[in-house]
């Protein structure tokens, strides 16, 4: 499977009508309430924009979350209108370079709520958990190992942060923020997809350790799936095969630069070390097989 040669943008994209440039995706007005998403292949880790790109990385994020969007489109409503480039507004139709990189996407407002689901204890969840014994005030049993499957998911909302990083929050807090019943709602959604996705991913011999969701509010007070769905960048998948309990699993994901960063010794602070060539091949690798074994497809727009 291959990818460009270089990270995405290659030319220059118009910036008249820019919304939002974001760590990842660039959001621009497409039209009365549409955007247009374009997934760009910069990669952030611990909140900091590294260098260079992954180039083909946002094709790759596209595509995954286009597959989902479709795949669970049943269970609850998505943001996307479009993935053709022939609806994408002008100038943007014209630019070969956003094709399997951009959608056209319903304008929402965005509930400032991170939704984590963990169906396995890792990350942030297992440093919490090994110090508490309990994840955003959830308690769980004593004993468990590092990647432990959990007996149920469970959700474990994280603040979402314009600056700085997203804060794990209790459930009570979601509630405090945006109201009762809208936070029932993102945690029943958010469960609800990920038992659906983590079922169809262990038939491809995928494990979904843990994923977050966004979610907005339409204009007739609807929530509406958002963002990104279950991408590399959002969750972490383990090969199933190599599954074992009590250390980090490999995986599909950006825990690979992760990785790297942490035993580079940095300090979290900007400016992040340079990504060296095997780490950029290697991560292309992963995310790739990430669309393959899920999608069972290739990236769309690759050269």
């Known amino acids: 499977m291959r990818f460009p040669t270089e990270p995405f943008p290659a030319e220059p994209l118009p910036v008249g009508t820019l919304v939002k440039w974001g760590k990842v995706r660039d959001v621009y007005g497409a039209g009365p309430g549409l955007l247009l998403l374009v997934a760009s292949d910069r990669i952030s880790a611990f909140d900091v924009v590294l260098a260079p790109g992954i180039p083909g990385k946002g094709i790759v994020l596209t595509q995954l979350s286009n597959f989902w969007f479709e795949r669970l489109r049943d269970l609850v409503p998505n943001h996307l209108v479009s993935t053709r480039r022939s609806d994408f507004p002008a100038p943007f139709d014209a630019l070969a370079s956003l094709d399997g990189r951009a959608v056209v996407a319903r304008a929402l407002r965005i509930v400032p709520i991170e939704c984590v689901v963990r169906g396995y204890i890792i990350g942030s969840g297992w440093k919490e958990y090994q110090a508490s014994g309990s994840v955003c005030g959830i308690l769980l049993p004593a004993g468990l190992r590092q990647a432990d499957r959990l007996a149920e998911p469970?959700?474990?909302?994280?603040?979402?942060?314009?600056?700085?990083?997203?804060?794990?929050?209790?459930?009570?807090?979601?509630?405090?923020?945006?109201?009762?019943?809208?936070?029932?709602?993102?945690?029943?959604?958010?469960?609800?997809?990920?038992s659906a996705a983590a079922a169809h991913?262990?038939?491809q011999g995928v494990i979904i350790a843990d994923t977050k969701f966004e979610f907005g509010i339409d204009e007739a007070g609807g929530l509406?799936?958002?963002?990104?769905?279950?991408?590399?960048?959002?969750s972490r998948f383990w090969p199933l095969d190599s599954y074992r309990p009590g250390s980090n699993p490999p995986s599909y994901d950006k825990q690979f630069v992760r990785d790297f960063l942490e035993?580079?010794?940095?300090?979290?602070?900007?400016?992040?070390?340079r990504l060296p060539a095997e780490v950029i091949a290697g991560t292309q690798a992963r995310y790739?097989?990430?669309l393959s074994r899920l999608a069972g497809v290739g990236p769309v727009g690759a050269a």
């Open 154 to 194: 469970i959700f474990t909302p994280s603040t979402k942060a314009e600056v700085g990083h997203d804060e794990n929050i209790p459930f009570d807090e979601v509630v405090r923020r945006v109201g009762g019943d809208v936070a029932e709602s993102l945690r029943t959604l958010s469960l609800r997809i990920y």
């Open 201 to 203: 991913a262990e038939k």
């Open 224 to 234: 509406v799936w958002a963002d990104e769905a279950l991408t590399p960048d959002s």
């Open 263 to 273: 035993a580079s010794g940095w300090d979290k602070q900007p400016p992040a070390p």
């Open 288 to 290: 790739a097989e990430a």
